[in-house]
């Protein structure tokens, strides 16, 4: 067919299909012909846009090549034309094919693939072919394809084989075409490639080649060689990507051959330059090509070099060339990038120090010497640096430079012809820095924005450089801080003329725009403003461009957003925006940089400038709202901080929701699944790789496709791997993960755990799936904060030894260490936690011990994490001490104890002397509280005078240094500015002053004890002993340490004042601060009149002396009149007038000398009433500020000191302060109580709150975040939710608590100072008791007040030895009746066996109860002992507080019934020692006018039982609740037919009533008595139901353990709708109920809870026991409800906090373990107190103290008299009953009787003969043979008093 008939063809597009089926019908001869006719074809039907007849055609072409289809034709052999003919039609027919395939792909990247194979295809026949232009167009068609790949590194991989096949068909076929080209000129424009594909090629080629400055030079990769050198290129990365440098340099070498030399070749040569840096080969040669390129490419290929170069010398040359080879003012910006880089490169690289600072500072001398011209305006400013950019282009630096350059000149043709000499490196003299050329330059001169940008990183830098132990770090930090304020200072004003400019050009736009297009602006204006957070914007002073002054301002300054605007739209030097700020991540780096250090070195209120343009940069220049959210909140931290709680919450309110938004997350989340897509994408485009090589022959088939490894993340770094020496962060831009990291770990530190884990766990995975192992070290040491604030430590450690595998810095390792440290610590039952702990220490020191020799540069940093550890370790080594031994003088503990004072010492030098003032302070202070300990302990007196010298030398130089480093802070700003903040640093010398001044204090308390008692010795000695001794005794010879002591001890009182009363100025607005001081300036004071006094104090010998009223009351004035009369030198004065009348002639000096001394005296005295006065207001105004602001634990020293400073000249208030500190004791045990019930803060909500709050509290001093929203809120809730909260608190009125108590409340106080060393006692006094005079008409005496109060002094250890002598009482009781129970349970298996023998069984029965009746009788004895030993004990205290009770006992015993009337409720409110003893069975206490008798744990908890302030919406829903319950009831009621009898109980005023109906109960929950159904707790309970069921007990609901175990729900439900519980059963109530469930239950409905428990049974002992056991071996970090505490709350003293803290009013429980009998009759006794007689619950258990008792008039049958005595010891012998053989047993009974009756020791006759006494008075009136039946056979027993009443005893059962 001729080319007409072809034209024809393709005239007539529509017979293309038919012209394609003709020809594939016919049989064609010459095979060569049709392969022709094929593939003109293929093009006729491209031209037609046919892709199906394309390809068909195209595939029938390519089936003529034997290589691909093993049935193609065969040709004959042909010539050489022939075959040419034969490879261009198939190279046509593959490159139409693949261009149909792109036409037609579709998004679909197998039909790309497939265009790719084709057009390789195509270039492999066009080599076959040796036609140059074939290969060119196929290898243009193949980039224009491959584009959109080459950015992947996968991809990469996956081109590198098609692009060989490619460049090798060029270079074979470039030369042949050069030959024709040179006689064929005409068509050289045939090979140009379609320019449809330019646009793309040049943009993408750029993108591509981002890492080469020539690929934006050279031009448009319609340019052959371009495109040949923009292929190489992508052959090298893919060759970098897998770190194949020899491979890489090869193939540049092959480039170099292959191509011309041009300047295309200079691509090829900067990557041979960069992989032969990376294998240290030499390349002087290579980079000589550059010589004629600009010399800021020249310095770019040098720094490429240096950072690509292995060798540390070779890198050190490329940096110098690099820096040398810039000469220009027009490359100073970017020299001073290089000087700043250099300058980190030798500090990594362990350089001096100060070769690296000079680097900085020759930048800093660049910067400063830069001039700058006046930008004509600000649109050819900015077109300005658009064409310098494209001039200089400098890809591998992030530091565009902003000068005039030349573009790159064109390389010399000749480039054979080099000059080596040019490339050897010749010896010259450094010049480093510039010479100044401005001396007049100020700060004020300096408007450029990215000058001070840069003088900002540089002054950084050099701070960070130089380290702490310089002395210039603070100066380079207010250095830069300065350069801030100028930064705001050229900026603000520069956006204010921008402002106004665009206000003009709105205005003017507004009036030629339409209505409609103004409209439409407002709504997209709209629209913006509505996505963004609402500001409540504090009112402007000024314009909106005024910058602030003050620390307050800058604290809540905000940039308006009209600023925010004109910074984007200011196109000058001045304009705060991407054009002057081009590495706006590099500069938030280095401004964190600087707000923590100055943080740490105390300029706190200078941080918030830095935090604000941080913040300003983040959400304007970087546009990240999350990044400025961050910097928000760090604002917000350091606000509070500063105590500037109004600003805190201004920026929380700017920050909004503090949560991950869900666009970031999805954002994140689908970064992080296209990148695990393309990792598992690898494996399978290696697969199909190697199935295309099948029909793809390369040339190189020896090579095979090596197995690919993971790839760089795109979005870390595009660029080569760099390597550098210590850890990187990419700060080129911004990364989620880091953003949300940085944001978690401030959250964790101002408390918002949910959020910060939320923020942490998103982080984690993308860190992960990034493999950012450095940041996976932040993020898992962050989760291990969060684990450790949730009390979870085994995953605490595991978290901490997962993140010291990855790659971390010193800091980051430090603080992993103490965290594991702090984790160990916590797990307080561990037994070997201290030595655990110090393995860990030491293993890190060895570890930096190592490290220190091997980077001098950190010297400093090293040396303060070493001192930090040793500090650390010998802190632990100190609190093991403590744990252990008590006594710090033994030898063990004092060599401990003295190698860790060393350790101190020796790390508080370090911490100086490398400039950590701050750290070393708290140090110090650590090292003087080891001191004090030996001081505390020691008994020779120069030993003890000597630590404490040491100690407060220590301390004194801990304040001096305080002194100096406050004063550097505060002189930097005015006073003015500094009067509204309060500093950390200020609050920490505060906190030191304070410290230091208790010292003084103590030392002085002990100089003053020391000179009184030789007062006292002297004034004892008789005169002639005096003067014997003058005459005799020499110049006292004092030690060093003495002579020291006595110089110093006089003026230590007054140092301590100064030192208070500047650290009560100083502590501002901080009232827990201000409080402390003044409780020390209070008791300073106090010690002063003690010391100045003449006498001793005699504030506690009152009433010995006669000196009170016949109440044991003084007024004022009579207290006033009484101190000059106390002292005893008055004595002197009259001796002195005595000698004056006898030897009035004889001795006149000698009257002379005594009337000196009087006046002293009395001056003395008039000082110390001066002190005691002064130091009594400055309590009281201590007491009232604490108690206002919750401070408890100072509350309660201060109450002490007043009870001191008052005594018994004023009981009533001494005694009113005395409860004060009582029920702040009672407070901080209480709490103490309830922390160990919530180990695991995911138990329940208030758990979690208050290990919150515990957190927070935990660097008060310094973080200030009691102050806090977040702390508000926290206490608001627990106010708001947790009944046991509100239990805590002290109310600010405890003064007037007494005048809401009942008038017949009668409340005595036994409380022992902190450390045990003083009882106090006191009886408190209604100030207003007309009540009560009213109810005694008998009363015909004045009644004046009766409240008294005595203190005594007694040893620690007499305390803790009378409390293990009961504890040890109650074990062996326990043990004793366990004992009896095992031998019971063995005789009724006997029973069952042994029924025939009667007699064998009698004998061992016999043999039994009598073993069971000796330990009985010995623990009677035993009990009588410790009950006199308990007398003793409290007999110094109890015989001064008995006169207050005999007025009102006399005129009980006189009044007879009418005395009935005045029912005196005694209280007794002990401390948690105390409250272990039986109190109740003192002497004083069992008159029997006594009407009840309770116990409590302070008045504020008895107050609080009373008075229950239920809120208005409460009192309405219990109304509805109530109603609720009265309709279930009576539903039940008519289904149980079951006829109530109303209660027709009067309710005396005084009285609290008791609903019958509300009682729930919970009986033997496990059936675990099954053999004794008599005295089984079921059946007790079902018989009292029965009995009462009509009056009482109709309505009472519960479960008892026959029915079924109760679970967790049923316990809640049974407490929380009671008005009464009662648990009648084995064990003890904590041990089915754990304390972390009880604890969060709001029992305030629940007035009286009754525990019978303390009982064992052989099935409940042996149940418990594997229950303890398990709960021994569970430790409290493993979710679990038991720990090993839960055993010590499960003490009676315990639980009873623990159920007083719910809310219950009245608690009645056992102390100690009794058997089934004594219980039986207890339960018998309470409720028929309650139920049928009436009687209160106070009343009920103080008749069971005296069971032998009766009252006037009261009849046999309410059965309380004798028989219960009796019952209560005959019931221990029911055990012992066979089939109710009752009468042995009672003869057994009656002798156990008489054996008791007898004395068996002294101790028993003695306090049996108090008890006659009291009761013999009692009982003078009514049944008198009953009385002398009393004496004869009662003594105290021990089951009297095992049930004792807590809390409410005026409640009454209606």
Same mark, same amino acid.
């Given at each position: 067919?001729?080319?007409?008939?072809?034209?024809?063809?393709?005239?007539?597009?529509?017979?293309?299909?038919?012209?394609?089926?003709?020809?594939?019908?016919?049989?064609?001869?010459?095979?060569?012909?049709?392969?022709?006719?094929?593939?003109?074809?293929?093009?006729?039907?491209?031209?037609?846009?046919?892709?199906?007849?394309?390809?068909?055609?195209?595939?029938?072409?390519?089936?003529?090549?034997?290589?691909?289809?093993?049935?193609?034709?065969?040709?004959?052999?042909?010539?050489?034309?022939?075959?040419?003919?034969?490879?261009?039609?198939?190279?046509?027919?593959?490159?139409?094919?693949?261009?149909?395939?792109?036409?037609?792909?579709?998004?679909?990247?197998? /039909?790309?693939?497939?265009?790719?194979?084709?057009?390789?295809?195509?270039?492999?026949?066009?080599?076959?072919?040796?036609?140059?232009?074939?290969?060119?167009?196929?290898?243009?068609?193949?980039?224009?394809?491959?584009?959109?790949?080459?950015?992947?590194?996968?991809?990469?991989?996956?081109?590198?084989?098609?692009?060989?096949?490619?460049?090798?068909?060029?270079?074979?076929?470039?030369?042949?075409?050069?030959?024709?080209?040179?006689?064929?000129?005409?068509?050289?424009?045939?090979?140009?490639?379609?320019?449809?594909?330019?646009?793309?090629?040049?943009?993408?080629?750029?993108?591509?080649?981002?890492?080469?400055?020539?690929?934006?030079?050279?031009?448009?990769?319609?340019?052959?060689?371009?495109?040949?050198?923009?292929?190489?290129?992508?052959?090298?990365?893919?060759?970098?990507?897998?770190?194949?440098?020899?491979?890489?340099?090869?193939?540049?070498?092959?480039?170099?051959?292959?191509?011309?030399?041009?300047?295309?070749?200079?691509?090829?040569?900067?990557?041979?330059?960069?992989?032969?840096?990376?294998?240290?080969?030499?390349?002087?040669?290579?980079?000589?090509?550059?010589?004629?390129?600009?010399?800021?490419?020249?310095?770019?290929?040098?720094?490429?070099?240096?950072?690509?170069?292995?060798?540390?010398?070779?890198?050190?040359?490329?940096?110098?060339?690099?820096?040398?080879?810039?000469?220009?003012?027009?490359?100073?910006?970017?020299?001073?990038?290089?000087?700043?880089?250099?300058?980190?490169?030798?500090?990594?690289?362990?350089?001096?120090?100060?070769?690296?600072?000079?680097?900085?500072?020759?930048?800093?001398?660049?910067?400063?010497?830069?001039?700058?011209?006046?930008?004509?305006?600000?649109?050819?400013?900015?077109?300005?640096?658009?064409?310098?950019?494209?001039?200089?282009?400098?890809?591998?630096?992030?530091?565009?430079?902003?000068?005039?350059?030349?573009?790159?000149?064109?390389?010399?043709?000749?480039?054979?012809?080099?000059?080596?000499?040019?490339?050897?490196?010749?010896?010259?003299?450094?010049?480093?820095?510039?010479?100044?050329?401005?001396?007049?330059?100020?700060?004020?001169?300096?408007?450029?924005?990215?000058?001070?940008?840069?003088?900002?990183?540089?002054?950084?830098?050099?701070?960070?450089?130089?380290?702490?132990?310089?002395?210039?770090?603070?100066?380079?930090?207010?250095?830069?801080?300065?350069?801030?304020?100028?930064?705001?200072?050229?900026?603000?004003?520069?956006?204010?003329?921008?402002?106004?400019?665009?206000?003009?050009?709105?205005?003017?736009?507004?009036?030629?725009?339409?209505?409609?297009?103004?409209?439409?602006?407002?709504?997209?204006?709209?629209?913006?403003?509505?996505?963004?957070?609402?500001?409540?914007?504090?009112?402007?002073?000024?314009?909106?461009?005024?910058?602030?002054?003050?620390?307050?301002?800058?604290?809540?300054?905000?940039?308006?957003?009209?600023?925010?605007?004109?910074?984007?739209?200011?196109?000058?030097?001045?304009?705060?925006?991407?054009?002057?700020?081009?590495?706006?991540?590099?500069?938030?780096?280095?401004?964190?940089?600087?707000?923590?250090?100055?943080?740490?070195?105390?300029?706190?209120?200078?941080?918030?400038?830095?935090?604000?343009?941080?913040?300003?940069?983040?959400?304007?220049?970087?546009?990240?709202?999350?990044?400025?959210?961050?910097?928000?909140?760090?604002?917000?931290?350091?606000?509070?901080?500063?105590?500037?709680?109004?600003?805190?919450?201004?920026?929380?309110?700017? /920050?909004?929701?503090?949560?991950?938004?869900?666009?970031?997350?999805?954002?994140?989340?689908?970064?992080?699944?296209?990148?695990?897509?393309?990792?598992?994408?690898?494996?399978?485009?290696?697969?199909?790789?190697?199935?295309?090589?099948?029909?793809?022959?390369?040339?190189?088939?020896?090579?095979?496709?090596?197995?690919?490894?993971?790839?760089?993340?795109?979005?870390?770094?595009?660029?080569?791997?760099?390597?550098?020496?210590?850890?990187?962060?990419?700060?080129?831009?911004?990364?989620?993960?880091?953003?949300?990291?940085?944001?978690?770990?401030?959250?964790?530190?101002?408390?918002?755990?949910?959020?910060?884990?939320?923020?942490?766990?998103?982080?984690?995975?993308?860190?992960?799936?990034?493999?950012?192992?450095?940041?996976?070290?932040?993020?898992?040491?962050?989760?291990?904060?969060?684990?450790?604030?949730?009390?979870?430590?085994?995953?605490?450690?595991?978290?901490?030894?997962?993140?010291?595998?990855?790659?971390?810095?010193?800091?980051?390792?430090?603080?992993?260490?103490?965290?594991?440290?702090?984790?160990?610590?916590?797990?307080?039952?561990?037994?070997?936690?201290?030595?655990?702990?110090?393995?860990?220490?030491?293993?890190? +020191?060895?570890?930096?011990?190592?490290?220190?020799?091997?980077?001098?540069?950190?010297?400093?940093?090293?040396?303060?994490?070493?001192?930090?550890?040793?500090?650390?370790?010998?802190?632990?080594?100190?609190?093991?001490?403590?744990?252990?031994?008590?006594?710090?003088?033994?030898?063990?503990?004092?060599?401990?104890?003295?190698?860790?004072?060393?350790?101190?010492?020796?790390?508080?030098?370090?911490?100086?002397?490398?400039?950590?003032?701050?750290?070393?302070?708290?140090?110090?202070?650590?090292?003087?509280?080891?001191?004090?300990?030996?001081?505390?302990?020691?008994?020779?007196?120069?030993?003890?005078?000597?630590?404490?010298?040491?100690?407060?030398?220590?301390?004194?130089?801990?304040?001096?240094?305080?002194?100096?480093?406050?004063?550097?802070?505060?002189?930097?700003?005015?006073?003015?500015?500094?009067?509204?903040?309060?500093?950390?640093?200020?609050?920490?010398?505060?906190?030191?002053?304070?410290?230091?001044?208790?010292?003084?204090?103590?030392?002085?308390?002990?100089?003053?004890?020391?000179?009184?008692?030789?007062?006292?010795?002297?004034?004892?000695?008789?005169?002639?002993?005096?003067?014997?001794?003058?005459?005799?005794?020499?110049?006292?010879?004092?030690?060093?340490?003495?002579?020291?002591?006595?110089?110093?001890?006089?003026?230590?009182?007054?140092?301590?004042?100064?030192?208070?009363?500047?650290?009560?100025?100083?502590?501002?607005?901080?009232?827990?601060?201000?409080?402390?001081?003044?409780?020390?300036?209070?008791?300073?004071?106090?010690?002063?009149?003690?010391?100045?006094?003449?006498?001793?104090?005699?504030?506690?010998?009152?009433?010995?002396?006669?000196?009170?009223?016949?109440?044991?009351? +003084?007024?004022?004035?009579?207290?006033?009149?009484?101190?000059?009369?106390?002292?005893?030198?008055?004595?002197?004065?009259?001796?002195?007038?005595?000698?004056?009348?006898?030897?009035?002639?004889?001795?006149?000096?000698?009257?002379?000398?005594?009337?000196?001394?009087?006046?002293?005296?009395?001056?003395?005295?008039?000082?110390?009433?001066?002190?005691?006065?002064?130091?009594?207001?400055?309590?009281?105004?201590?007491?009232?500020?604490?108690?206002?602001?919750?401070?408890?634990?100072?509350?309660?020293?201060?109450?002490?000191?007043?009870?001191?400073?008052?005594?018994?000249?004023?009981?009533?208030?001494?005694?009113?302060?005395?409860?004060?500190?009582?029920?702040?004791?009672?407070?901080?045990?209480?709490?103490?109580?309830?922390?160990?019930?919530?180990?695991?803060?995911?138990?329940?909500?208030?758990?979690?709150?208050?290990?919150?709050?515990?957190?927070?509290?935990?660097?008060?001093?310094?973080?200030?975040?009691?102050?806090?929203?977040?702390?508000?809120?926290?206490?608001?809730?627990?106010?708001?939710?947790?009944?046991?909260?509100?239990?805590?608190?002290?109310?600010?009125?405890?003064?007037?608590?007494?005048?809401?108590?009942?008038?017949?409340?009668?409340?005595?106080?036994?409380?022992?100072?902190?450390?045990?060393?003083?009882?106090?006692?006191?009886?408190?006094?209604?100030?207003?008791?007309?009540?009560?005079?009213?109810?005694?008409?008998?009363?015909?005496?004045?009644?004046?007040?009766?409240?008294?109060?005595?203190?005594?002094?007694?040893?620690?250890?007499?305390?803790?030895?009378?409390?293990?002598?009961?504890?040890?009482?109650?074990?062996?009781?326990?043990?004793?009746?366990?004992?009896?129970?095992?031998?019971?349970?063995?005789?009724?298996?006997?029973?069952?066996?042994?029924?025939?023998?009667?007699?064998?069984?009698?004998?061992?029965?016999?043999?039994?109860?009598?073993?069971?009746?000796?330990?009985?009788?010995?623990?009677?004895?035993?009990?009588?002992?410790?009950?006199?030993?308990?007398?003793?004990?409290?007999?110094?205290?109890?015989?001064?507080?008995?006169?207050?009770?005999?007025?009102?006992?006399?005129?009980?015993?006189?009044?007879?019934?009418?005395?009935?009337?005045?029912?005196?409720?005694?209280?007794?409110?002990?401390?948690?020692?105390?409250?272990?003893?039986?109190?109740?069975?003192?002497?004083?206490?069992?008159?029997?006018?006594?009407?009840?008798?309770?116990?409590?744990?302070?008045?504020?908890?008895?107050?609080?039982?009373?008075?229950?302030?239920?809120?208005?919406?409460?009192?309405?829903?219990?109304?509805?609740?109530?109603?609720?319950?009265?309709?279930?009831?009576?539903?039940?009621?008519?289904?149980?037919?079951?006829?109530?009898?109303?209660?027709?109980?009067?309710?005396?005023?005084?009285?609290?009533?008791?609903?019958?109906?509300?009682?729930?109960?919970?009986?033997?929950?496990?059936?675990?008595?099954?053999?004794?159904?008599?005295?089984?707790?079921?059946?007790?309970?079902?018989?009292?139901?029965?009995?009462?069921?009509?009056?009482?007990?109709?309505?009472?609901?519960?479960?008892?353990?026959?029915?079924?175990?109760?679970?967790?729900?049923?316990?809640?439900?049974?407490?929380?709708?009671?008005?009464?519980?009662?648990?009648?059963?084995?064990?003890?109530?904590?041990?089915?109920?754990?304390?972390?469930?009880?604890?969060?239950?709001?029992?305030?409905?629940?007035?009286?809870?009754?525990?019978?428990?303390?009982?064992?049974?052989?099935?409940?002992?042996?149940?418990?026991?594997?229950?303890?056991?398990?709960?021994?071996?569970?430790?409290?970090?493993?979710?679990?409800?038991?720990?090993?505490?839960?055993?010590?709350?499960?003490?009676?003293?315990?639980?009873? +906090?623990?159920?007083?803290?719910?809310?219950?009013?009245?608690?009645?429980?056992?102390?100690?373990?009794?058997?089934?009998?004594?219980?039986?009759?207890?339960?018998?006794?309470?409720?028929?107190?309650?139920?049928?007689?009436?009687?209160?619950?106070?009343?009920?258990?103080?008749?069971?103290?005296?069971?032998?008792?009766?009252?006037?008039?009261?009849?046999?049958?309410?059965?309380?008299?004798?028989?219960?005595?009796?019952?209560?010891?005959?019931?221990?012998?029911?055990?012992?009953?066979?089939?109710?053989?009752?009468?042995?047993?009672?003869?057994?009974?009656?002798?156990?009787?008489?054996?008791?009756?007898?004395?068996?020791?002294?101790?028993?006759?003695?306090?049996?003969?108090?008890?006659?006494?009291?009761?013999?008075?009692?009982?003078?009136?009514?049944?008198?043979?009953?009385?002398?039946?009393?004496?004869?056979?009662?003594?105290?027993?021990?089951?009297?008093?095992?049930?004792?009443?807590?809390?409410?005893?005026?409640?009454?059962?209606?």
């Amino acid at each position: 067919m001729g080319n007409a008939r072809l034209q024809e063809v393709h005239s007539r597009k529509s017979h293309v299909a038919e012209t394609v089926t003709m020809v594939d019908n016919c049989e064609w001869s010459d095979a060569l012909i049709e392969l022709q006719i094929w593939s003109r074809l293929s093009e006729l039907a491209f031209a037609a846009r046919n892709h199906q007849i394309v390809m068909k055609c195209s595939n029938k072409a390519l089936d003529f090549d034997p290589e691909r289809n093993n049935a193609a034709p065969k040709m004959k052999k042909m010539d050489s034309f022939k075959s040419m003919v034969y490879q261009e039609m198939l190279s046509y027919a593959s490159c139409l094919q693949g261009q149909s395939l792109m036409d037609n792909m579709q998004g679909k990247s197998v /039909v790309r693939r497939a265009a790719l194979e084709a057009f390789v295809n195509a270039a492999r026949y066009g080599r076959k072919a040796e036609n140059y232009q074939l290969v060119i167009t196929a290898a243009r068609h193949y980039w224009n394809a491959a584009l959109p790949l080459v950015s992947e590194p996968i991809e990469r991989q996956l081109l590198r084989q098609p692009l060989t096949i490619i460049l090798d068909s060029i270079t074979a076929t470039v030369g042949k075409d050069k030959k024709q080209e040179k006689k064929e000129d005409e068509k050289s424009d045939d090979s140009k490639v379609d320019t449809s594909a330019t646009p793309s090629q040049s943009t993408s080629s750029t993108s591509l080649l981002g890492t080469s400055p020539l690929s934006q030079a050279i031009g448009d990769p319609e340019n052959d060689l371009t495109l040949r050198a923009a292929m190489y290129g992508v052959l090298f990365q893919s060759y970098a990507d897998k770190s194949q440098w020899e491979d890489g340099l090869a193939a540049m070498d092959k480039a170099v051959n292959d191509m011309p030399r041009t300047k295309h070749r200079l691509l090829i040569f900067k990557h041979r330059v960069i992989t032969k840096a990376k294998l240290g080969r030499n390349l002087h040669m290579d980079i000589a090509k550059f010589k004629d390129e600009s010399e800021d490419y020249v310095a770019h290929m040098w720094r490429k070099v240096a950072l690509c170069s292995k060798d540390q010398l070779e890198q050190l040359t490329s940096y110098q060339m690099a820096i040398e080879a810039l000469h220009s003012s027009a490359s100073e910006w970017q020299k001073v990038d290089y000087l700043l880089e250099f300058s980190e490169w030798l500090f990594i690289n362990e350089f001096p120090l100060q070769d690296c600072m000079d680097q900085v500072e020759w930048a800093v001398d660049i910067l400063l010497n830069m001039k700058f011209e006046v930008a004509k305006s600000a649109g050819s400013a900015r077109k300005k640096r658009v064409r310098k950019g494209k001039k200089s282009p400098r890809p591998g630096s992030s530091a565009p430079s902003t000068v005039d350059n030349k573009t790159h000149t064109e390389a010399s043709e000749s480039e054979d012809e080099v000059n080596i000499g040019d490339f050897i490196p010749v010896k010259g003299k450094a010049v480093i820095g510039v010479p100044v050329a401005n001396t007049a330059l100020t700060i004020k001169d300096m408007n450029n924005v990215r000058q001070l940008d840069a003088l900002i990183r540089a002054h950084i830098m050099l701070a960070k450089i130089a380290g702490k132990a310089s002395m210039y770090h603070a100066d380079y930090c207010i250095t830069a801080y300065g350069y801030i304020i100028r930064l705001w200072q050229v900026c603000l004003p520069s956006a204010g003329k921008v402002m106004k400019e665009l206000a003009t050009r709105q205005s003017t736009e507004q009036l030629n725009q339409s209505k409609g297009s103004a409209k439409g602006k407002k709504g997209k204006d709209g629209k913006g403003k509505d996505t963004e957070t609402p500001r409540d914007k504090p009112k402007r002073k000024g314009p909106l461009d005024a910058l602030p002054h003050h620390p307050e301002d800058w604290a809540s300054y905000d940039v308006p957003d009209e600023i925010r605007e004109a910074f984007k739209e200011d196109h000058s030097a001045q304009g705060l925006n991407k054009e002057n700020l081009y590495k706006p991540m590099l500069t938030l780096h280095y401004l964190d940089e600087l707000n923590k250090e100055l943080n740490e070195l105390g300029y706190t209120h200078l941080s918030l400038p830095v935090l604000a343009l941080a913040e300003t940069i983040a959400h304007d220049t970087v546009e990240s709202k999350t990044l400025a959210a961050v910097y928000h909140l760090k604002s917000m931290e350091v606000c509070q901080s500063l105590n500037l709680v109004a600003a805190a919450k201004y920026h929380e309110l700017l /920050v909004g929701d503090i949560a991950i938004s869900e666009e970031e997350q999805a954002r994140s989340r689908e970064e992080i699944a296209k990148w695990q897509e393309k990792q598992v994408q690898v494996k399978k485009e290696e697969l199909r790789v190697v199935e295309s090589q099948k029909h793809v022959v390369f040339e190189d088939s020896s090579k095979k496709f090596k197995k690919s490894r993971l790839f760089t993340p795109a979005d870390q770094k595009f660029d080569l791997k760099e390597p550098v020496k210590g850890l990187s962060r990419h700060l080129s831009g911004l990364s989620l993960r880091d953003v949300w990291t940085q944001g978690a770990a401030v959250l964790i530190r101002l408390g918002h755990y949910q959020v910060a884990r939320q923020m942490l766990n998103e982080a984690l995975l993308s860190a992960v799936a990034f493999d950012d192992q450095v940041l996976h070290t932040h993020i898992l040491q962050n989760l291990a904060q969060l684990s450790y604030h949730e009390a979870n430590m085994g995953q605490v450690i595991e978290l901490l030894k997962s993140a010291q595998k990855l790659p971390c810095d010193e800091m980051t390792w430090l603080r992993s260490t103490m965290l594991m440290v702090e984790a160990t610590l916590t797990d307080s039952e561990s037994k070997d936690k201290y030595n655990k702990a110090r393995s860990i220490l030491l293993k890190a +020191m060895a570890v930096f011990n190592k490290l220190s020799p091997q980077r001098p540069n950190k010297t400093s940093l090293i040396a303060y994490i070493r001192a930090t550890l040793q500090a650390k370790y010998a802190s632990i080594q100190v609190s093991h001490v403590l744990d252990e031994s008590g006594n710090t003088m033994k030898t063990k503990a004092n060599k401990e104890l003295m190698t860790a004072c060393q350790r101190l010492q020796e790390s508080g030098d370090q911490l100086l002397m490398n400039g950590y003032h701050r750290e070393a302070i708290k140090v110090l202070q650590q090292q003087a509280g080891v001191l004090r300990l030996f001081a505390c302990d020691s008994i020779d007196k120069e030993q003890q005078h000597s630590f404490l010298m040491q100690a407060k030398k220590i301390l004194q130089k801990a304040v001096n240094i305080a002194d100096e480093l406050l004063q550097d802070v505060i002189t930097l700003s005015s006073i003015q500015e500094m009067r509204t903040v309060s500093l950390p640093l200020q609050r920490e010398v505060t906190s030191m002053k304070i410290a230091y001044s208790e010292l003084l204090i103590d030392m002085f308390v002990l100089y003053a004890n020391e000179k009184r008692q030789h007062q006292l010795l002297e004034e004892r000695k008789a005169s002639i002993i005096k003067t014997v001794e003058e005459f005799v005794s020499a110049t006292p010879n004092f030690s060093d340490v003495e002579k020291e002591w006595q110089d110093t001890a006089c003026s230590l009182a007054e140092v301590a004042l100064l030192q208070l009363t500047s650290a009560h100025n100083l502590s501002g607005s901080i009232s827990e601060l201000k409080a402390k001081s003044l409780y020390n300036i209070g008791r300073c004071l106090r010690m002063l009149a003690v010391h100045v006094g003449p006498d001793p104090a005699a504030q506690w010998d009152v009433y010995d002396m006669n000196l009170s009223q016949s109440d044991g009351q +003084m007024t004022s004035s009579a207290v006033d009149k009484s101190l000059p009369t106390v002292p005893a030198e008055g004595s002197i004065g009259s001796e002195a007038e005595h000698l004056e009348e006898v030897h009035d002639d004889t001795d006149t000096k000698q009257q002379s000398k005594y009337t000196h001394l009087a006046q002293k005296t009395k001056q003395n005295q008039a000082l110390s009433e001066h002190y005691l006065a002064q130091a009594s207001e400055v309590l009281s105004q201590c007491v009232q500020l604490a108690l206002q602001k919750g401070h408890t634990e100072i509350v309660s020293s201060a109450s002490l000191e007043m009870v001191e400073v008052c005594g018994q000249f004023d009981p009533s208030t001494a005694s009113h302060y005395l409860a004060i500190y009582q029920s702040c004791q009672a407070s901080l045990n209480l709490q103490s109580v309830l922390s160990r019930a919530q180990l695991d803060p995911s138990t329940s909500q208030q758990a979690a709150l208050i290990h919150q709050r515990q957190h927070l509290l935990t660097d008060n001093v310094t973080t200030n975040q009691s102050r806090s929203p977040l702390m508000k809120s926290i206490i608001s809730h627990l106010q708001d939710e947790s009944e046991a909260w509100k239990h805590l608190a002290v109310s600010h009125q405890h003064m007037d608590l007494m005048k809401e108590l009942p008038s017949n409340f009668t409340i005595m106080i036994l409380q022992h100072s902190e450390d045990k060393s003083l009882l106090y006692g006191a009886v408190l006094d209604k100030q207003k008791s007309g009540g009560g005079k009213e109810t005694k008409p008998k009363a015909g005496t004045s009644h004046s007040s009766k409240s008294r109060v005595a203190r005594t002094i007694v040893e620690p250890h007499a305390l803790e030895d009378l409390m293990r002598k009961f504890r040890q009482f109650k074990f062996d009781v326990m043990q004793m009746l366990l004992k009896a129970e095992y031998q019971r349970s063995q005789q009724a298996q006997r029973k069952k066996m042994l029924e025939n023998l009667e007699d064998l069984e009698q004998k061992t029965v016999k043999e039994i109860s009598d073993d069971v009746l000796k330990e009985e009788q010995r623990l009677q004895d035993r009990f009588i002992e410790l009950l006199v030993a308990m007398e003793d004990y409290l007999k110094p205290v109890t015989s001064q507080l008995d006169k207050a009770f005999r007025a009102t006992d006399s005129l009980a015993s006189i009044g007879g019934k009418e005395s009935q009337t005045s029912d005196e409720y005694m209280v007794i409110l002990a401390d948690k020692w105390l409250l272990e003893l039986p109190l109740e069975a003192m002497a004083m206490l069992q008159h029997p006018s006594i009407f009840s008798l309770s116990r409590d744990f302070s008045l504020q908890m008895l107050y609080n039982r009373i008075h229950r302030e239920p809120e208005e919406e409460g009192e309405d829903k219990k109304k509805k609740d109530a109603k609720a319950k009265a309709s279930k009831t009576a539903a039940k009621d008519k289904g149980k037919n079951v006829k109530m009898v109303p209660v027709d109980r009067n309710v005396p005023a005084t009285c609290l009533p008791l609903d019958t109906h509300g009682f729930r109960y919970i009986v033997d929950p496990h059936d675990e008595n099954t053999d004794l159904e008599t005295y089984g707790p079921i059946y007790n309970m079902t018989e009292l139901l029965k009995k009462y069921q009509s009056q009482f007990t109709g309505r009472w609901e519960g479960i008892m353990g026959n029915e079924h175990v109760p679970s967790i729900g049923e316990w809640e439900i049974q407490l929380s709708e009671s008005s009464a519980f009662v648990f009648y059963g084995m064990e003890k109530l904590l041990s089915h109920l754990s304390a972390s469930k009880l604890i969060p239950m709001n029992l305030s409905e629940c007035f009286l809870v009754v525990m019978l428990d303390h009982v064992q049974t052989n099935q409940s002992f042996l149940r418990q026991s594997k229950i303890d056991v398990i709960k021994s071996q569970t430790w409290p970090d493993l979710e679990s409800d038991f720990s090993v505490i839960d055993l010590s709350l499960e003490r009676h003293v315990e639980t009873a +906090m623990l159920l007083s803290l719910t809310g219950v009013g009245c608690i009645m429980a056992n102390q100690w373990h009794c058997n089934l009998a004594d219980n039986a009759d207890k339960f018998n006794t309470i409720f028929k107190g309650l139920l049928e007689l009436g009687r209160t619950t106070g009343q009920t258990t103080r008749r069971m103290f005296i069971p032998t008792w009766k009252a006037p008039g009261e009849g046999e049958q309410e059965g309380e008299g004798e028989d219960d005595g009796k019952e209560s010891k005959t019931g221990k012998d029911d055990k012992h009953k066979k089939d109710g053989k009752d009468g042995k047993d009672n003869k057994s009974g009656k002798s156990k009787d008489k054996e008791g009756s007898r004395p068996a020791s002294k101790a028993k006759q003695k306090i049996k003969e108090e008890k006659d006494k009291e009761v013999k008075v009692d009982l003078t009136k009514g049944e008198e043979e009953g009385e002398d039946h009393v004496d004869d056979d009662v003594i105290v027993s021990r089951h009297w008093y095992n049930t004792v009443c807590y809390g409410l005893p005026n409640l009454i059962v209606t």
